[in-house]
Nanobody
Framework: QVRVEESGGGLVQAGDSLRLSCAAS????????MGWFRQAPGKEREFVAA????????YYGDSVKGRFTISRDNAKNLVYLQMNSVKPEDTAIYYC??????????????????WGQGTQVTVSS
């Protein structure tokens, strides 16, 4: 069993920066691809970013390209989402997910095996 847990959410102002962290434990972290998704009230879940098991491949949703950066530290079993120049439309619950296997990362939520409980990010205008 893999446990995935997000942290770092909070209330920020538009234009600020925020870094989310995700810890995955239970098996070999370096053998997971990891992803971030978000869901705003009344909206469908949206892909934010993904990173492959090695960290060499990354993918981003169109709405966050150029503003958000995903990275990982396999020695610490952590994946990060650096959020810069945040906007009110970034307000959502942010979820971290793990895909078991030596994959490059994917935007498809149904390909992830384990999910965290989410962390709330609220951006005020």
């Amino acid at each position: 069993q893999v446990r995935v847990e997000e942290s770092g959410g909070g209330l920020v102002q538009a234009g600020d920066s925020l870094r989310l962290s995700c810890a995955a434990s239970g098996r070999t972290f370096s053998a997971y691809a990891m992803g971030w998704f978000r869901q705003a009230p009344g909206k469908e879940r949206e892909f934010v970013a993904a990173i492959g098991w090695s960290g060499r491949t990354t993918y981003y949703g169109d709405s966050v390209k150029g503003r958000f950066t995903i990275s990982r530290d396999n020695a610490k079993n952590l994946v990060y989402l650096q959020m810069n120049s945040v906007k009110p439309e970034d307000t959502a619950i942010y979820y971290c997910a793990a895909q078991m296997g030596l994959y490059r990362g994917t935007s498809r939520g149904d390909e992830y095996d384990y999910w965290g409980q989410g962390t709330q990010v609220t951006v005020s205008s």
